[in-house]
């Protein structure tokens, strides 16, 4: 729980897609959005994909707003995954406790991807 109110608090850096959007990946068949604590993470992640020398632009993004507003605005189940190329990476899966009801995979909502 702990981790979860540091992230909730926290500014977090994540990537834009080509379209403007914000960058999720795929992984176990859910899309999770890809946030960082910093720029030192970010470029972590960068270089672990082999996409060091390419820029990333990102948005700051206070993490409650992404648990909290931009996964229940998304039309499919998608989680967070905070410096997930780091040592202390983290997910926050898309279940009751984490996002709203209406946008867990538990909740009322039952959403399933398409």
Do not use: H, Q
């Amino acid at each position: 729980m702990e981790r979860l109110a540091d992230f909730r608090s926290r500014v977090v850096l994540v990537p834009l897609d080509e379209r403007g959007g914000l960058w999720t990946a795929e992984l176990g068949g859910l899309d999770w959005i890809c946030a960082f604590s910093g720029l030192e993470t970010l470029a972590r992640f960068a270089d672990a994909r082999g996409e060091a020398e390419r820029e990333w632009p990102y948005r700051r993004i206070v993490g409650a707003r992404l648990l909290d507003d931009v996964i229940p605005a998304l039309d499919f189940p998608c989680g967070v995954a905070l410096d997930p190329a780091g040592p202390d990476g983290i997910v926050f899966p898309p279940v009751r406790g984490l996002v709203p009801d209406g946008a867990a995979l538990d909740g009322d909502g039952r959403r399933e991807k398409a």
